[in-house]
Nanobody, 126 residues
């Protein structure tokens, strides 16, 4: 069993920054990838970023590449999403997820993830 708790969301002006955290617990974390997804009102949940637990592989959605950085602190069992140069279109509920080992496009697929946090709201004002 894996439990995930997100924090760090909030309201920020366009161009600003936020850092989301995802505290994870569970015995099989080292065999899982950790991802961030987001869902805006009226839209489907979409992939944002993913990292292997070792940090050796990281993938990003094109829409956030160069602005967002995913990282992890294994000692704290925590995954982070540093979000810079935020845009109003980044407004969404952000979810942390733990998934099966994957590579490439498989990591972008929400069905690869079987544990999800409760989500944290990020609102970017123009």
């Amino acid at each position: 069993q894996v439990q995930l708790v997100e924090s760090g969301g909030g309201l920020v002006q366009a161009g600003g920054s936020l850092r989301l955290s995802c505290a994870a617990s569970g015995r099989t974390l080292s065999t899982r990838v950790m991802g961030w997804f987001r869902q805006a009102p009226g839209k489907e949940r979409e992939f944002v970023a993913v990292t292997s637990w070792s940090g050796g592989s990281r993938y990003y959605a094109d829409s956030v590449k160069g602005r967002f950085t995913i990282s992890r602190d294994n000692a704290k069992n925590t995954v982070y999403l540093q979000m810079n140069s935020l845009k109003p279109e980044d407004t969404a509920v952000y979810y942390c997820a733990a998934g099966r080992l994957c590579s490439g496009y498989k990591c972008y697929d929400a069905t690869n993830y079987d544990y999800w946090g409760q989500g944290t709201q990020v609102t970017v004002s123009s």
